[in-house]
């Protein structure tokens, strides 16, 4: 009996969000990006994929991580923006299904009143929207998590995606040659991917935090109606330019949904992920900048018109951004890499790199903003 509950609850769950659906949809709302024809494709993505590996090699150079030299457990992929956004489907499912399954398990009663095929797709579409926004914005990604989708290809890490039409359409946009261009975000990405081989403990620890931290939010959806009402406030406000704003219209605050469930327990958990996110993206932006004119003659080009790019972009634009939270990750990278650099200045590459040891090695978000505190726990 216990079995066949919890096949049920297993399968309430999985409907819940139709995860295909979802992929379907982002695959036919994103454009396909700049046309090109078959050769040129192909010139690309041979470009690229030469580029991802060449980066390696400087990405062990500045970082002093021997990780770098064995990578063999993960794989990189050269995509477009329909297959970005399936991959991230997938990992989604894969972590968001433990999350539905115990909310299957401990609110059986909402969950049988909202699932239904219908629902399911609903939430689909819906996630799919999402989806093609981002897929359209991404010029590469680290997923740490892909192995934990029931098709994964049978490597034990993740896989570094580099959107193609993405990276060409930045480089184009922003007039640099493309080739240095590549590097550049190469590095980043692969930075990211010899992070988690450094320290391969990593992806266990996030996946619980996150784990822990929707569940939390899980427990808590009965007062969510009340939550989105408020929200809904935030959002119109936003779109009124009402409060206090900044040039581009949109207010200085959190318009994501995970602000309005915190209790205390839940807002410590997301300020150690915050904190772990701004030090991965921070490390990745430090590496990628580290490079000088003998490898990338054109880098400081580069970042100052990649850093220029916000500027020009439309309201509506910026006004999605902050609401799916990619201001946000803006900011953690710029946190992210000042508080690597002031590590590094002060007790060099070696000493920062005490921080994949080990989770409680890990900066929290105080020590990212002040970066002496970590170091004064590391002893260093």
């Known amino acids: 009996m216990e079995s066949n509950q919890q096949h049920l609850s297993n399968s309430n769950a999985a409907r819940l969000v139709n995860w295909d659906f979802a992929a379907a949809t982002a695959a036919t709302l994103v454009a396909p990006g700049p ?20 980066s390696v090699s400087h990405v062990h150079r500045i970082t002093g991580l021997d990780a770098a030299e064995d990578l063999r457990d993960s794989q ?15 990992s989604f499912a894969a972590l968001m299904n433990p999350m539905l399954e115990h909310l299957a398990e401990t609110r059986p009663e909402a969950v049988k009143a909202t699932n239904t095929a219908v629902a399911g ?15 359209s914005k991404v010029l590469g990604q680290y997923d740490p998590f892909a192995a934990l989708a029931p098709d994964s290809p049978g490597k034990k890490g993740g896989r570094l995606l580099l959107v193609a039409p993405n990276i060409i359409s930045t480089e184009q946009e922003l007039n640099v040659e493309p080739s240095d261009f590549r590097l550049w975000v190469c590095l980043h990405e692969q930075t990211h991917r010899v992070q988690f081989a450094a320290a391969p ?42 409060d206090e704003t900044p040039a581009d219209g949109v207010p200085e605050r959190q318009l994501d949904v995970l602000t309005l469930l915190q209790d205390p327990a839940d807002k410590a958990r997301l300020s150690h992920v915050t904190a772990v996110m701004s030090l991965l993206e921070g490390h990745a932006n430090v590496v990628m900048d580290a490079v000088d004119a003998s490898i990338i003659p054109s880098v ?3 970042r100052r018109r990649f850093n220029d790019r916000g500027i020009n972009r439309g309201w509506l634009d910026k006004f999605f951004r902050r609401v799916m939270g990619l201001d946000a990750k803006m900011r953690q990278y710029a946190d992210g890499s000042k508080f690597v650099r002031a590590v590094v ?27 002496d505190l970590w170091i004064k726990r590391m002893g260093l």
Do not use: Y
């Open 76 to 90: 990189v992929l050269i995509v477009d923006r329909a297959s970005w956004a399936k991959a991230n489907s997938q």
């Open 35 to 54: 046309k090109m024809n078959r050769r040129e494709i192909q010139a690309a993505v041979a470009d690229l994929r030469r580029l991802a590996d060449e």
């Open 201 to 242: 403990w990593l992806r266990d620890h996030l996946l619980e935090q996150i784990r822990l931290l929707s569940t939390g939010l899980m427990d808590k959806a009965q007062t969510l109606p009340e939550r989105i009402s408020s929200m809904a406030k935030q959002l119109s406000a936003a779109a009124g330019g009402r």
């Open 121 to 135: 797709t609903v939430t689909g579409a819906e996630l799919g929207a999402v989806l093609a926004f981002l897929a």
């Open 345 to 371: 200045d002060k007790v060099g590459m070696e000493g920062f790199n005490r921080v994949w040891e080990e989770a409680g090695n890990l900066p929290t978000e105080a020590e990212i903003h002040n970066p």
């Open 300 to 302: 400081k080009t580069i």
